[in-house]
Nanobody
Framework: VQLVESGGGSVQAGGSLSVSCTDS????????MAWFRQAPGKEREGVAA???????AYADSATGRFTISQDNAKNTLYLQMNSLKPEDTAVYYC??????????????????WGQGTQVTVS
C-alpha cells in the first residue's frame, strides 16, 4: 500500500476535522497530490491539490474552508477542513500522480489512490 490515510470521523455542522495521507514510496519526483471525495450515489470529485513546488488548487466548494498542506520531510499530505457542512459528508481519498497542479488537477486518472477515510457531518 503506497498511500495510507488517517483522520476523518464524525463532527457536527460548523465543526472542523483533518485528514492526513502518508506516501510511503514517493514514486514521483515532480508530483501532484490531491484530495478527492465521493458521497453515496455521486461521482468522485476533486477537493484540493498541491504539488511538489507548493502550487495549490481548490474546488469551489472547498475554497475558504479547507486548507491543503504537506510536510515533505514526512511525505505526508494534510487537509484541514473547517466550517464543515452536511454536504461535505463523503469518503475522502488521497491520490498522487506525476506532474504539477494544472487545469485538470481534479481529473481522476491518477497514479495511486489511498484506501479512503470517512468524514461524516451531521
Amino acid at each position: 500500500v503506497q498511500l495510507v490515510e488517517s483522520g476523518g470521523g464524525s463532527v457536527q455542522a460548523g465543526g472542523s476535522l483533518s485528514v492526513s495521507c502518508t506516501d510511503s514510496r514517493r514514486t514521483y519526483s515532480t508530483y501532484c497530490m490531491a484530495w478527492f471525495r465521493q458521497a453515496p450515489g455521486k461521482e468522485r470529485e476533486g477537493v484540493a491539490a498541491i504539488d511538489s513546488r507548493g502550487g495549490t488548487a481548490y474546488a469551489d466548494s472547498a475554497t475558504g474552508r479547507f486548507t491543503i498542506s504537506q510536510d515533505n520531510a514526512k511525505n505526508t499530505l494534510y487537509l484541514q477542513m473547517n466550517s464543515l457542512k452536511p454536504e461535505d459528508t463523503a469518503v475522502y481519498y488521497c491520490a498522487t500522480k506525476p506532474g504539477l497542479v494544472g487545469a485538470s488537477w481534479y481529473a481522476t486518472d491518477v497514479g495511486y489512490w489511498g484506501q479512503g477515510t470517512q468524514v461524516t457531518v451531521s
